[in-house]
């Protein structure tokens, strides 16, 4: 398997900086989620790794060799992409067979590699179908073989599931994962959905306009987000965020006055510390509280604020409240 390095990576399109200074470390059979909107330069890493793009400056050493400038074709890595890209007048083994044969490989070679994919895929009995004749879900489990056949060094997946629906969806993150455990691969994934990367990533990896924002397992990303971007980004819905001045008082400590509705609320000690500790006294702040943490009351009591309700959003095993905090 491979361990991936990124160095100091830029990738501009005329004007445009797809990608900014980019350094990032991909251990040895991680499962990385590159994860962020649009148009944030993930695909365009993905690409760079892979050897479908070249960056304009750093470095890719994959286990340790430079192969920035090397092709595609020499980098012993899987690419599956978004659209399956299956060729249509192949059956299902003829596509699975069609990078083997091009490496060189006959007859029971190509034929046992096929069956153990097939089986782990669980795709064995429409091997003789072709493109047409198959659902979403096992196009892109056909694609999925025809990587896996190679024994890659690593496995790139851009988006992979993006076009199915939403039962299908979940049903192949499940056995994305699974896949992952059983074969051990280094696995670099991207997508828009928060919730397919913090599913299925070891690591997690947002980025946000070319730039990296922060990089961590998903409990890390979740609980302690590096700023207001990942904050916001992170969640469903995402934090909220409310100005504030955090106050001294000698027989309460820090208190937290919030400006939009002149209240003082009291704080976690472990918050208390940290604003002393980073001298945030009197310093305007932003207080983010994730939606989970708010509590609705119908009568005031203490560490409360007054709101007026917006709009409320059933989602069937919960609600979604939308309140308004003073203008």
């Keep these: 398997m491979a361990e991936i390095i990124l160095e100091n990576i830029v990738k501009r399109f005329g004007s ?3 990608v900014n200074h980019l350094d990032l470390v991909i251990k040895d059979r991680e499962f990385v989620v590159l994860l962020g909107p649009s148009g944030c330069g993930k695909t365009t890493t993905l690409r760079m790794i892979s050897g479908l793009e070249l960056p304009d400056e750093g470095k890719i050493l994959l286990d340790g060799v430079d192969v920035t400038m090397k092709r595609a074709s020499r980098r ?3 690419f599956v992409f978004q659209l399956y890209a299956l060729y249509p007048h192949m059956t299902v083994y003829e596509n699975m067979a069609f990078p083997l044969r091009t490496q060189g490989f006959k007859g029971n070679k190509v034929d046992m590699e096929i069956k153990q994919a097939a089986e782990l895929l669980r795709i064995g009995h429409i091997l003789n179908k072709r493109p047409r004749e198959l659902a979403g879900g096992d196009m892109q489990r056909v694609a999925l073989g025809r990587a896996l056949v190679r024994r ?3 496995f790139l997946l851009d988006e992979p599931i993006g076009t199915l629906d939403a039962k ?4 192949m993150r499940t056995e994305l994962k699974k896949l992952h455990i059983d074969i051990g691969a280094t696995t670099v994934y991207v997508t ?4 397919e990367a913090m599913s299925m990533g070891d690591k997690v990896v947002i980025m946000n306009m070319g730039f990296l924002q922060q990089v961590g397992t998903p409990q890390e990303i979740y609980h302690n987000p590096a700023n207001l ?3 916001n980004f992170i969640g469903s819905p995402g934090m909220n965020f409310i100005d504030c001045v955090p106050l001294k008082d000698e027989s309460t400590g820090v208190s937290i006055k919030l400006t939009a509705v002149n209240r003082v609320i009291k704080i976690p000690e472990n918050l208390q510390k940290l604003i002393l500790q980073k001298e945030k006294v009197d310093i305007e702040l932003i207080l983010g509280i994730r939606p989970e943490d708010v509590t609705i009351e119908f009568k005031e009591f203490e560490n409360c604020i007054n709101t007026e309700v917006y709009v409320i959003e059933t989602l069937g095993a919960y609600n979604i409240i939308d309140v308004k905090v003073g203008n």
């Design 168 to 171: 299908f969806r979940e049903e």
């Design 76 to 78: 012993d890595i899987a």
């Design 192 to 195: 828009h959905d928060q919730v």
């Design 16 to 18: 445009l900086v797809a």
């Design 152 to 154: 890659p060094k690593a």
């Design 229 to 231: 971007f990942v904050a």
